[in-house]
């Protein structure tokens, strides 16, 4: 599967973006999906991620409140809403494709990754 994630941007601390994950080549609806983030020299981390029907989802502590995962079978596309953002919040953001049928929060569990796209919050 391809994914190509888009939505990044400059956006001010309090502010929204929402990001989008766009998929193609198999089924995307076989797929848990995940977004996943890394801040320069830092390692990479899970932020959110979401099994294939999108009945299970899980957060990273750092977020839950704030950000949103959800997905479009139908568009093949999943979607992190991230509202009140945060200096801290920076990072490049990257989501990520798994075929397993568990909620996966590692990033060693998942199978396909898209290029990333840059969010970067000011003070």
């Known amino acids: 599967v391809q994914l190509q994630a888009c939505g990044g941007g400059l956006v001010q601390a309090g502010g929204s973006l929402r990001l989008s994950c766009a998929a193609s080549?198999?089924?995307?609806?076989?797929?848990?999906m995940g977004w996943f983030r890394q801040a320069p020299g830092k390692e990479r981390q899970i932020v959110a991620a979401?099994?294939?029907?999108?009945?299970?989802?899980h957060y990273a502590d750092s977020v839950k409140g704030r950000f949103t995962i959800s997905r479009d079978n139908a568009k093949n596309t999943v979607y992190l809403q991230m509202n009140s953002l945060k200096p801290e919040d920076t990072a490049v953001y990257y989501c990520?494709?798994?075929?397993?049928?568990?909620?996966?929060?590692?990033?060693?569990?998942?199978?396909?990754w898209g290029q990333g796209t840059l969010v970067t919050v000011s003070s």
């Open positions: 080549g198999r089924t995307f609806s076989s797929f848990g």
């Open positions: 990520a494709a798994t075929l397993k049928v568990r909620l996966v929060v590692s990033s060693s569990g998942y199978d396909y």
């Open positions: 979401i099994t294939f029907g999108g009945g299970t989802t």
